[in-house]
């Protein structure tokens, strides 16, 4: 009963045109508010996912380091139990280390990681090459597969494949770059050149695992780390076997926790865009208290009537908090569906692009989630509630007033 008066009110006619006017206008501009919250967040997710995708192809399923020490020994018998696990489909012993890579006058600080043969089966960077192939040699004809921000770094970008480097690594003897005695130095040559993303581009640079092992000066059986591919659903069991096999001193990541801040960041910055947005929708429902009060004002004698026909003051407010949240919920029916509809198209057609060439698609990314829609749900009832309370108790207090 009291849904259909709030119905009834909102479809009414009014003495003052200009109140339908304003109800109208409060109804869009919660739909233009929602509209704009589902359509910025579903690109902010859009994003994300591009992101996550390039972090994913990059990083493994699991990655095995040491927590206290840049390199440490696996055996090969745990080698092979880690092979034989169940879930475990592929498996690439890695080392890591900073390293200056000089080409003439020109040089850039790398991160030169050397991989076993079974890392394209781990990674995707063989995906993400821009020139030549990933080929990585053996330690007598070490090769390099480099990003093409170190290429820039060191003007290669444009000329042919084939060019002979110097690498110089800090030895283990070593303690600082003071003296050049303390440096290893060998010569390699660039066979490719991949793209994945700045970060990865800019530092990144890889060869063949026993080569990096010889020029970071360690021994067969040190790793910086191992990495694996795994089934999907089988992490828990991975993990507790590799805790058994290799013990309790090694950290056992994946690639979220490998990259957890990236996450917590990207996830900060959606909801710091959705607070700002609601703020602003917040700010137009002021448009909405304008109505409802004016509305109150000319359905007084109705007010009374209801009164003398028993309605208590509750009642009379639930049919104004209810007014309040049709006008927001057919608001928010609008904006989602005007987003939804937008939303759809730009991921069929991509009719709107991204400016410049420097990313690695031409066109904003959409991917709509249920649980935004949730969240502004709740904001437009929260926005009901706000805009529709102070209208509410002002028609109660009417009962008490004389005509």
């Known amino acids: 009963m009291h849904f259909l008066f ?12 200009a109140i339908q006017m304003i109800a109208w206008v409060s109804v869009l501009a919660i739909a233009i508010g929602t509209a704009a919250l589902i359509t910025v967040l579903s690109v902010s997710n859009g994003f994300t996912e591009v992101v996550k995708g390039l972090y994913s192809d990059f990083y493994a399923d699991i990655r095995v380091t040491h927590p206290n020490a840049k390199f440490y020994k696996v055996s090969q018998d745990q080698m092979q139990q880690i092979q034989k696990m169940k879930g475990v489909l592929a498996v690439s012993k890695v080392v ?4 200056l890579l000089v080409r003439g006058e020109k040089q850039a600080v790398v991160m030169i990681k050397g991989v076993d043969t079974n890392y394209t089966s781990i990674n995707q960077v063989v995906h993400y090459i821009k ?34 480097m110097q690498l110089f690594a800090i030895s283990r003897s070593g ?32 060869t063949n695992f026993s080569f990096a092992q010889y020029l970071l000066d360690i021994a067969p059986s040190e790793v910086s780390a191992i990495e694996l591919s795994i089934q999907p659903g089988d992490e828990k069991q991975v993990v507790e076997n590799l805790t058994k096999i290799l013990g309790n001193q090694v950290q056992i990541q994946n690639k979220y926790q490998q990259n957890s801040d990236l996450y917590k960041i990207m996830q900060m910055e959606k909801w710091i865009i959705f607070f700002i947005l609601a703020v ?18 000319e359905k007084k004698k109705d007010i009374h009537v209801l009164h003398a026909m028993g309605a208590s003051s509750w009642d009379v407010q639930k049919i ?15 904006g989602g569906t005007l987003a939804s509809v937008f939303c759809a198209l730009q991921m069929r057609f991509h009719f709107i692009k991204l400016q410049g060439n420097s990313f690695v698609i031409d066109y904003y990314p959409i991917k709509p989630m249920w649980e935004d829609y949730l969240a502004i749900i709740g904001l ?24």
Do not use: C
């Not at 709030?6 to 045109?17: H, I, S, V």
């Not at 005695?181 to 993303?197: H, P, R």
């Not at 509630?385 to 009962?399: D, F, H, M, T």
């Open 6 to 17: 709030a119905w009834r009110y909102f479809r009414g006619k009014y003495a003052f045109q």
């Open 96 to 99: 890591e280390n900073r390293a």
């Open 131 to 164: 020139r030549g192939a990933f080929i990585l040699g053996n330690q007598d004809q070490p090769h390099i597969v480099m990003g093409i921000g170190v290429e820039q770094k060191l003007g290669l970008f444009t000329e042919a494949l084939g060019d002979t």
């Open 175 to 206: 303690k600082k770059l003071s003296s050049l005695d303390q440096l290893n130095s060998l010569s390699v040559t660039q066979t490719g050149a991949f793209s994945i993303q700045q970060e990865f581009d800019e530092q990144y640079l890889f």
């Open 280 to 297: 602003i929708m917040i700010v137009a429902s002021f448009n909405l208290v304008g109505a409802l009060t004016m509305l109150v004002l």
């Open 320 to 334: 104004f908090l209810l007014l309040s949240g049709l006008m927001a919920f057919i608001g928010a029916f609008i």
């Open 380 to 403: 437009v009832v929260f926005i009901a509630l706000l805009a529709g309370w102070i209208p509410a108790k002002k028609a109660a207090k009417q009962l008490h007033e004389k005509i």
